[in-house]
């Protein structure tokens, strides 16, 4: 599996994908999370559920670029859908995955 080796190893992730979308993020938490995968706030907070370090590279990238993308567009309509064809292309296959493995 070619999962993240810690969470500091995840958040310089989290970090390089933000410089890519120009998002500040001002603070970026790794922490047990029940019912959600990742969370952000309009402060610039990001959560991470820490189940994602045991995830495969790929589809932590579909959580970390799914919840930086909300801080232009607070819904999934066209638009953000869009924006995660342009940066993930077949973005659908990752959300299936995730939804399947876990």
């Not at 993020?25 to 402060?43: D, F, G, H």
């Not at 189940?51 to 567009?73: A, C």
């Amino acid at each position: 599996m070619n999962h993240w080796r810690d969470r500091e190893e995840f958040k310089a992730r989290v970090r390089e994908w933000a410089t890519t979308l120009g998002v500040e993020a001002r603070a970026i938490y790794v922490r047990p999370m029940r019912n959600k995968w990742a969370s952000c706030s309009t402060a610039g907070t990001l959560s991470f559920n820490d189940e994602l370090i045991t995830m495969d590279r790929e589809l932590g990238d579909y959580v970390i670029v799914h919840e930086l993308l909300h801080f232009f567009v607070p819904n999934h309509g066209k638009l953000w859908k869009s924006l995660m064809r342009a940066h993930l292309g077949e973005w659908e296959k990752m959300e299936g995955e995730l939804a399947r493995r876990y």
